[in-house]
């Protein structure tokens, strides 16, 4: 019969950190504007970039 799962394992500690870090990072980031970008940023729109211009010269 197979040992009962001690909680003081490397490996139980090290999950119960990572679990615990992931939890915390969404909580943080849900309650604060880092996980948002700048929301006062105004809209990217296509316009907003430059054409690319034709440099060359027609031919005859």
């Known amino acids: 019969m197979a040992a009962p799962r001690q909680l003081t394992s490397p490996g139980f500690i090290t999950g ?3 679990y615990v870090t992931i939890i915390v990072t969404f909580v943080v980031l849900g309650a604060t ?5 700048n ?3 105004p809209p990217v729109l296509p316009s907003d970039f ?6 060359g010269t027609v031919g005859p």
């Open 50 to 55: 430059p054409r690319p211009t034709v440099t």
């Open 33 to 37: 504007n880092f996980g948002r970008g």
């Open 16 to 18: 119960a950190i990572v």
């Open 39 to 41: 929301d006062d940023a």
